[in-house]
């Protein structure tokens, strides 16, 4: 148990030694509570905290992959992941792996789970015109997602899922090794960055330095996901503020 775990487990402790029964994290009816069950509340709450705690921590693995090949062996065989058993197919990357730009988005929509690519469909014909805008395309570009597999009905991945995926995705980064990444939407900024703080419109258009080891560390732009630019067209200016200031730093590495 990390120290939040261990900041909630003596929280909750207080609670029940100090018979005060109102901000318990779990208890949710207060007419329920009985001083006679103490222990036995005591003990639910702590499972369901610990529960909790779990499900946001991120698992150590040990990923021996050190090029793309052996990475998605790596990926094909995490059954640990259930969007596995839901999506018709791994969704690992598309574009050219020596390049120096990459882009990671969040997760495989029902056209990339049908075509095993990223970006396809709408979002991904927006996203080529984006690229395109600033000199790039996917002969010149590496693109991939946080997530390998489409969550059911398009929905935004679990923090579990989320947790399962990024030691991959992390790898997956290292291996590219990019001179600039960009991150496009909130959850892949967020897991990727661990800025669990701020949202997408705090992060956008601001350089971050992304360290995977000690000796790398990486120019990194968060920007809106094309699928929210499909839903928001009035944040495009924005958009384009982000993309010039992603050229920019292009121009000065090739």
């Known amino acids: 148990m990390g120290k939040k775990g261990i900041l909630l487990h003596s929280l909750l402790k207080w609670h029940y030694t100090n018979n005060v029964i109102s901000f318990l994290p779990f208890q949710t009816n207060e007419s329920s509570f009985s001083y006679m069950d103490q222990n036995t509340l005591y003990s639910k709450n702590l499972d369901l905290i610990e529960d909790e705690i779990n499900k946001n921590e991120i698992k150590k693995v040990t990923i021996q ?18 969007l596995k058993k839901t999506a018709t197919n791994i969704v690992f990357s598309d574009g050219n792996s020596k390049a120096n730009v990459m882009v990671v988005g969040e997760a495989p929509g029902e056209e990339e789970d049908k075509l095993g690519k990223p970006f396809k469909g709408q979002a991904g014909n927006l996203l080529d015109k984006m690229l395109q805008a600033i000199g790039q395309n996917r002969e010149n570009t590496y693109i991939t997602n946080l997530i390998f597999w ?36 909130a959850i892949a900024t967020k897991a990727i960055l661990r800025q669990n703080n701020k949202g997408i419109i705090q992060l956008r258009g601001k350089w971050q330095n992304f360290s995977i080891n000690k000796s790398t560390s990486i120019k990194t732009m968060p920007i809106f996901h094309p699928a929210f630019l499909l839903r928001q067209p009035t944040r495009k200016r924005e958009a384009w503020e982000d993309l010039k200031k992603i050229k920019q730093e292009i121009d000065l590495i090739t």
Do not use: F, M, W
Not at 69 to 82: G, H, I, N, Q
């Open 65 to 82: 992959a050190s090029n793309l090949e052996a990475l998605k062996k790596e990926v094909e065989a995490l059954d640990e992941c259930a």
């Open 150 to 185: 489409r969550p059911p009905g398009n929905r935004n991945p679990t923090q579990e899922e989320i947790n399962i995926c990024l030691p991959y995705a992390l790898k997956h980064i290292e291996i590219i090794n990019p001179k600039i990444l960009i991150l496009t939407g």
